[in-house]
């Protein structure tokens, strides 16, 4: 028997309220499968977990992939660095939210994994970049940068890039957000067809029943437990119940039964209907609240201070745009990345000790994390400055103790930052005008 291109077993990461409470799943080699769920299921937090992301609180995630579908890997036992690597090659992820570099062209923002990647010369890596371009009809548009790009062709243009290492996997969070439904539906089956032309494997989360039918099977996630409706469908009702009028003692006792549920029609019409309007409601609730958390919460990096030697405190303000709505944020997590060489490196960060609990965003709140002991060797883009990125994750909900499961959010920020000894004449090329600044923020990317 042909073994999974990947097995996760067990899989948890509870926030309190949210998260994923019990993940198991198998994705055999070109198979496609959807994860349905609605907002704040759980779906990216489980996505980030198979993508080695997001560290899990329990479970195993195992992997086949490379040439022969060599393995088993053990996702979690990598370090960070060979998971990001992953992710460059045989693991290609879409997320959901644009992620193309502002600054670069269509064609250098497809090139951009390549060259990290770092295993092809410039001539295949460019002949390759060039064919998922045409594979995704953008040819014509490969100088153009993504602020000239419509929403269409940007998710088109994400796609190409996550191919273009020619991934075994491919994991697509949310890969038709924010887009209407005839451009949805153009998307999906552009990469049906990109992913059967490659022979990569598909996992994609989407909250579209109509979506997720089209894969080769789907599973559910409700309430941070995954299930598959399949395997949950009740089995047939018993035959053979039909008879005379001189029926058996029990058969009378059936059909006496069948006659009371059917006088009880009405009374289960009214409950269906009660059921159907809840739920409705419901659904207006859920959307009510993944567009306070996308929308109507803003995000900003606004300060960085040295508290020490090698001690750093970070600032974000969050806001709720929403004056009419309440916001309730818990700050989940945060992480440090700092780029070294061709690879962005994790280093411990943590949230100030008066964060970590649920707070209520009224107007404008500042957010504090903490860091030290960055490294002595580091890439440097600015010179003198390290290049860093800085993940945040919260949970967004629209009361403290919310009855719906709270919407997952993560920013990124990225910024040059002076080191704890820069280099004096290092800096001093910048030619900056007085006192060199502790740091320079950069745009997302």
């Not at 349905?36 to 990216?44: E, I, W, Y």
């Not at 022979?199 to 997720?212: F, K």
């Not at 970590?356 to 960055?374: K, M, T, W």
């Not at 002595?376 to 400055?385: A, C, I, K, Q, R």
């Amino acid at each position: 028997m042909t073994e999974p291109l990947l097995r996760a077993e067990g899989l948890q990461r509870w926030f309190g309220n949210a998260g994923v409470r019990q993940a198991s799943l198998q994705l055999a080699a070109g198979e496609r499968v959807a994860i349905l769920g609605r907002s704040g299921s759980g779906k990216s937090t489980l996505l980030a977990m198979l993508a080695g992301l997001s560290r899990p609180d329990a479970g195993r995630i195992e992997l086949r992939i490379g040439v022969g579908g060599a393995g088993p890997i053990d996702l979690w036992s990598l370090p960070a660095a060979e998971r990001c690597r992953l992710r460059r090659g045989p693991v290609g992820f879409v997320s959901q939210f644009t992620s193309l570099l502002p600054t670069l062209s269509t064609l250098e923002n497809l090139l951009l994994p390549g060259e990290l990647e770092g295993r092809r010369s410039a001539t295949e890596l460019l002949a390759d970049a060039e064919h998922w371009l045409e594979a995704v009809g953008l040819s014509h548009l490969r100088d153009r940068r993504p602020g000239q790009l419509s929403g269409g062709e940007i998710r088109r243009a994400i796609l190409a890039r996550a191919l273009v290492n020619r991934p075994n996997l491919l994991l697509a969070d949310e890969p038709t957000s924010n887009l209407d439904g005839c451009s949805e539906t153009e998307i999906v089956a552009l990469l049906e067809s990109l992913c059967a032309s490659s022979g990569a494997a598909l996992l994609m989360v989407t909250h579209s029943e109509a979506l997720a039918r089209r894969c080769d099977r789907w599973l559910e996630l409700e309430a941070g437990t995954l299930r598959d409706p399949a395997a949950a469908a009740e089995p047939p009702l018993p035959s053979g119940l039909g008879g005379t009028a001189e029926a058996h003692p029990t058969r009378r006792r059936l059909l006496a039964g069948a006659l009371a549920g059917g006088m009880s029609l009405v009374g289960g019409t009214v409950f269906w209907q009660w059921r159907q309007q809840q739920q409705r409601t419901a659904r207006i609730r859920r959307d009510r609240l993944q567009r306070l958390a996308f929308s109507g919460l803003s995000s900003e990096l606004v300060a960085v201070e040295r508290t020490g030697p090698e001690r750093y405190l970070g600032t974000l303000a969050v806001e709720n745009l929403e004056v009419s709505q309440s916001l309730y944020l818990l700050p989940l997590d945060v992480q440090l990345y700092i780029q070294q060489g061709s690879r962005w490196n994790p280093f411990p960060a943590h949230w100030s000790d008066s964060q970590r609990q649920v707070l209520a965003v009224e107007g404008l709140r500042p957010l504090h994390f903490e860091f030290s002991d960055p490294p002595s060797s580091h890439t440097e883009l600015v010179p003198g400055y390290m290049h860093v990125r800085i993940d945040v994750t919260y949970a967004v909900a629209d009361r403290p103790d919310p009855e719906l499961m709270p919407v997952e959010r993560r920013d990124s920020f990225f910024v040059h930052l002076l080191p704890p000894l820069p280099d004096a004449e290092k800096v001093a090329r910048n030619g900056f005008p007085g006192e060199p600044p502790l740091y320079i923020p950069m745009p997302p990317h």
